[in-house]
């Protein structure tokens, strides 16, 4: 805990900062929320700092799909990655910060991945923004990725809930010895959820008050398995995904993967692997000046999910009209398990790779790509 700071004036007078408690526990929430960059993201990720959005204060979370609210996060927020940051503000004059808020941070990622559907988080950021006087997508250009469309960050973010990828931050002016222990403990072995403390200590002299964030949770251990499952920066091939594939994924879909590519492979399709943290190979079909955008897959924890691009193939031959694309999505929708609503024609659906397992889904899959290609193919004889 920083006891005191001090500052040196221009004349070179030693001013003394001394460390005291938050009014209240609000004015600390208000102070975040105002000023997300009192969350230190370097701190919580040197390679790539985190930059933050917010998404709503006292966003509401049930515990149970369609029901209503049981809990509020103090805070929502989204960082560059699309990964949705649970915030819990407690004082350390408030006992809770001991043992129960622990379960509380536990409690919301349980049911927030599980329960929050996409379109709620992007309706409640809407809101904020409304509130603020901020158009949406600027805000969140401004802020984040000023490279990335609208639709596709918030195309990550549903991967990310669907995957359980979520950051948990408790944030105090001190935090506990005891508390920063399960903290530790709970951020070795979860390499998909980051569980830390941002301590914000509060320093005064006279009218002259200064804020000083620290981050607290991450120890050497903790840090190498985040910094080695996130791999953030690096560049995929076919042979560096399918190899990122067999040490990630069961052996079954594994071998699905691998069947697929060799297939693509056969069928004239070319592959490129994405950038950034996760494993990604994309899979297109060029033909004379046009790429037809087929699909990717992007590994994720325990299973493979498989993007479909008809985002991609709206003024492409064949596919500018929406009945193409319509039967398109028919057509995987013929797939064992896979439920993709009409309301996505024109976005980038997905589903897992493990539905591929049985035989009849993995030809009914392919037959469906081997038509788009005619399809896509008839349209420029």
């Not at 001090?6 to 009014?23: A, C, K, M, N, V």
């Not at 320093?203 to 080695?228: C, F, H, N």
């Not at 190979?281 to 993007?307: H, K, M, N, R, W």
């Not at 057509?331 to 976005?347: F, Q, S, T, Y």
Request: aromatic content about 8%.
């Amino acid at each position: 805990m920083t006891d005191a700071i001090f500052l040196i004036d221009d004349t070179g007078t030693l001013r003394r900062l001394e460390s005291q408690p938050y009014d209240s526990e609000d004015r600390l929430q208000a102070l975040i929320a105002e000023h997300p960059d009192l969350l230190p993201g370097a701190q919580i990720n040197p390679e790539d700092p985190c930059r933050w959005i917010l998404v709503a204060r006292e966003m509401a979370i049930a515990d149970e799909p369609g029901s209503g609210g049981r809990w509020s996060a103090d805070h929502l927020f989204l960082d560059q990655r699309g990964i949705p940051t649970i915030v819990e503000v407690k004082r350390a004059s408030d006992t809770r910060i001991r043992r129960e808020v622990i379960g509380q941070l536990l409690d919301y990622a349980a049911h927030g991945t599980s329960n929050w559907m996409i379109e709620t988080i992007r309706v409640a950021y809407e809101r904020e923004c409304e509130t603020r006087g901020l158009s949406p997508a600027e805000a969140l250009s401004t802020a984040l990725i000023p490279e990335m469309e609208y639709e596709e960050f918030w195309e990550l973010v549903g991967r990310n809930l669907r995957e359980g990828r979520v950051r948990l931050l408790l944030v105090a002016d001190r935090v506990p010895g005891e508390t920063r222990r399960v903290i530790e403990f709970l951020n070795n072995p979860m390499p998909q959820t980051e569980v830390l403390a941002v301590e914000i200590t509060h320093l005064r002299s006279g009218e002259l008050r200064a804020l000083a964030p620290r981050v607290i949770g991450q120890t050497a251990i903790a840090q190498d398995t985040k910094r080695a499952g996130s791999r953030a920066g690096r560049s995929w091939d076919r042979v560096s995904y399918l190899a990122d594939v067999a040490d990630t994924v069961a052996h079954e879909i594994a071998t699905v993967a691998e069947r697929l590519v060799e297939w693509a492979v056969d069928q004239g399709i070319t592959t490129r692997g994405g950038g950034g943290s996760q494993g990604s190979l994309l899979f297109d079909f060029p033909l004379g000046e046009f790429v037809l955008p087929l699909f990717a897959l992007y590994t994720y924890s325990a299973d493979i999910s498989v993007e479909m691009r008809p985002q991609f193939m709206l003024t492409l031959p064949g596919f500018v009209s929406d009945e193409s694309r319509r039967e398109l999505l028919q057509r995987l929708n013929a797939i064992g398990g896979v439920e993709i609503p009409l309301d996505r024609l024109n976005k980038r659906p997905s589903f897992r790779l493990s539905l591929l397992e049985r035989e009849a889904s993995f030809e009914t899959f392919t037959h469906t790509i081997e038509w788009a290609i005619e399809t896509f193919r008839s349209a420029l004889v």
